[in-house]
């Protein structure tokens, strides 16, 4: 069984900051692939920032240069920084990844998601 967590998320001012993590937990052989999701009220989920073993992190138009995605292969945890926010940030960050539960085998797991809301 394997479980993805999020936290990190609130309620922050436009201009700030807010880190996000991603922790998997459970019989895991290797992480393959986090990825960072999010979805605003009444729109479809995007992807917000992806980060594979071995290759640049992958970011949305939208988010260069204001947020940067991270990971500790140690801890199997992935984090999303966050700054400059804007009220168009606001949504709810899913957490995904690709995880190998044995050398032949990988599924995708989901964590439920942190609410972010960046409001004066």
């Known amino acids: 069984q394997v479980q993805l967590v999020e936290s990190g998320g609130g309620l922050v001012q436009p201009g700030g900051s807010l880190r996000l993590s991603c922790a998997a937990s459970?019989?895991?052989?290797?992480?393959?692939?986090m990825t960072w999701y999010r979805q605003a009220p009444g729109k479809e989920r995007e992807l917000v920032a992806q980060i594979i073993s071995d290759s640049s992190p992958v970011y949305a138009d939208s988010v260069k240069g204001r947020f940067t995605i991270s990971r500790d292969g140690a801890k199997n945890t992935a984090y999303l920084q966050m700054n400059s926010l804007k009220p168009e940030d606001t949504g709810v960050y899913y957490c995904?990844?690709?995880?190998?539960?044995?050398?032949?085998?990988?599924?995708?797991?989901w964590g439920k998601g942190t609410l972010v809301t960046v409001s004066s």
């Open positions: 459970g019989s895991i052989f290797r992480v393959n692939v």
């Open positions: 995904n990844a690709q995880i190998a539960l044995n050398i032949a085998m990988a599924r995708n797991y």
